[in-house]
């Protein structure tokens, strides 16, 4: 009996550990930061825009020193006094992408970003680094964050966004909390943009594993209103007013759906509690993007909106790589000697770290073209093509949502990749 009581409260007091922590280094606020990543092929900097405070955390309070992924950038908090590591979290960027553009060999230019962190209760260092294709830092700056500053601004107090709920599963402590933000709905439209996110929410929770983990989230749509109906598609000299000002044709490419006005996005979420961002355009047209730990941006009357927005989601949520191809070259974001951070495509180059525990037994490598219609979407193999490029980059089955608008659903490595990152978050 004495065994069992001991037990018992070593596991209480260890439980209590586990929920103090985050008490110990933060306020239950938000520190969101606004960084300008600037530059061109050859040389990338960083500079801080702003720092503001919104009135509640709505990330995770455990493992708050340990990274969600690699990401093409990481975001570091110390604090001052002992040099102890507080929080990390990671991302991937706009930016970052436009590097392997031709664009960015002539010219400079600047990317606006935003992030959130946890507000810290005593003084503290934040550094923020970018790494280029081959997962080496090119750019990085520390400065200092002095939670008392009297110019860090104030925001979410008042005059908050009109927003609903979808989905309320718990506290925003407890759950993962997803914004679904309005774009290109004037005034008069907003009940189209609340129907609209209803569907987008029923289409994600339509994919494992987020069906069967349904209860670890919250769902909010923001009714941001724009002055304009519809997006901006430049090859047609369309220009809207809108609330993110989105716009078609990002890199020259049709379907790339993206906006650089992120403080926006993050200035009509201001007092609502969220980590992650879905943004509905209100279009007909194709298109979309994700960016991991940034946004999803897609849109809601063309006949893909369902699969699209899950498809993105997976980038900015999860961290997925796509899966399709188009090039025998190799991608300027994913060279053949480097192993990608992303879960879901591999060069082979350390294979081991990626889904090699899932394949069958003597499966070849690389693995043929799976015909069969019962297996396309199941059969883990070593598939060549993905990442953009045709050779020497590898994806785990013949077809996927991150491959194709026609699957039904996420491969067994894609489902896995988004269940542990749940579980890292909510656990």
Known sequence: ????????????????????????????RTLRVDYVFTGDYQ??????????????????????????????????????????????????????????EAEAKEVKRSFENSFLLP??????????????????????????VNPKDILIHQR????????????????????IDVAILAEGYTQAEMDLFYKDAEIACEALFDHEPFKHLKDRFNIVAVASPSQDSGVSVPRRDEWKSTAVSSHFDTFYSDRYLTTRSVKAIHNWLAGIPYEHIIILANTDTYGGGGIYNSYTLTTTHNPMFRPVVVHEFGHSFAGLADEYAYTEEPSPLYPYDIEPWEQNI?????????????????????????????????????????????????????????????????????????ERLINFYTK
């Open 346 to 418: 591999t060069t082979l180059v350390n294979f081991e770290s990626k889904w090699k525990d899932m394949l069958p037994e003597g499966t070849p490598v690389p693995t043929p073209v799976q015909k069969d219609p019962e297996k396309i979407y199941t059969q883990v193999g070593v598939y060549e093509g993905a990442g953009y490029s045709l050779k020497g980059i590898y994806r785990p089955t013949t077809e996927c949502r991150m491959k194709i608008n026609e699957a039904p659903r996420f491969c067994p490595v894609c489902e896995r990749a988004i």
């Open 156 to 175: 979410g107090n008042e005059r908050i966004t009109p927003h609903r709920y979808l989905l309320q599963s718990g506290t925003a402590e407890d759950c």
């Open 119 to 144: 507000y810290p209760k005593e003084a503290a260092t934040v550094t923020v680094r970018l790494k280029n294709a081959r997962q080496e830092v090119c750019a990085s700056l520390t400065h200092e």
């Open 1 to 28: 009996m004495k065994k069992t009581v001991c037990s018992i409260a070593l596991f209480c007091a260890c439980l209590a550990a586990h929920g103090q922590n985050f008490g110990d280094w933060f306020t239950d």
């Open 43 to 100: 040389h990338q900097d960083i500079c801080l825009d702003e720092l503001s405070s919104l009135p509640q955390w709505a990330g995770r309070r455990h493992h708050l020193s340990e990274l969600p992924l690699a990401g093409n950038g990481d975001i570091e908090m110390k604090d001052k006094a002992t040099g102890k590591v507080i929080y990390r979290t990671s991302f991937s960027s706009l930016f970052q992408e436009w590097l392997g």
